[in-house]
């Protein structure tokens, strides 16, 4: 049944080609009827917090390229207080801490822009980065683990790419870098922001609820860089 909520959810913002028109209210609506349909849960438990918290951390940085282990640290081990508020929140259609954890990225961003001129400039390509894995399961210390992933990054974009053809290539580094921009855009835009932020937490949620449920939004997959 959750499933067949969040078909329904996707096909009509497919067919509006924008974010649904989501309110406070309208989100804890539909996280209600969601629980209403679950079979095993029926309410926000303190495990399910967690792991909506640790969801919606994915959601806005799945690279790991913008935030640090430091500032989301607070998110990754939230004191019981902290799950306790959330919880009530959820039942006040409030949700204070994923707009803290948004106000993060949207400062991170503007930070990857610094980061991502300085190595553009001033850094040599790291070959032995070439041969090393991508690890994008933990979160970087500091902006130093930042520069070294981002860069990574960037060689292996560039690799991929020396395969291709002149055109094909030019076509493809831009590919990658209007997908980052345009999900940094969505992020940080003041108008479209607020319906990102919502969206994202229902998406947090429904995987929280039901991990194999794989939901993702219309660009959400190529949006991954």
């Not at 996707?10 to 539909?30: D, E, G, I």
């Not at 822009?113 to 790291?126: C, Q, R, V, Y």
């Amino acid at each position: 049944m959750i499933k067949n909520i969040f078909i329904l959810f996707v096909l009509c913002w497919q067919l509006h080609a924008s974010y649904p028109n989501l309110s406070p209210v309208t989100v804890r609506h539909k996280i209600e009827e969601i629980l209403k349909t679950h079979v095993s849960h029926n309410m926000i438990s303190p495990e399910i917090a967690k792991r909506i918290l640790g969801n919606f951390l994915e959601i806005i940085d799945p690279s790991k390229t913008y935030l640090t282990k430091n500032e989301v640290e607070k998110w990754l081990q939230p004191s019981d207080d902290m799950i306790a508020k959330i919880i009530l929140d959820f039942r006040c259609a409030s949700y204070p801490t994923f707009k803290a954890i948004h106000r993060e990225m949207v400062a991170a961003i503007k930070r990857r822009a610094l980061l991502e001129e300085g190595l553009t400039s001033n850094s040599p390509i790291d070959k032995s980065l070439e041969e090393e894995s991508l690890d994008i399961a933990t979160w970087t210390a500091d902006e130093n683990g930042l520069k070294k992933r981002i860069l990574h990054l960037q060689i292996l974009s560039k690799k991929t790419a020396s395969l291709l053809d002149a055109e094909q290539k030019k076509l493809y580094l831009n590919m990658i870098q209007k997908r980052r921009q345009l999900r940094e855009e969505k992020i940080c835009d003041k108008i479209s922001q607020e319906k990102w932020l919502f969206t994202h937490i229902l998406k947090a949620v429904c995987l929280a609820l039901d991990p194999n449920t794989n939901y993702f939004t219309p660009t959400a997959a190529g949006q991954f860089m």
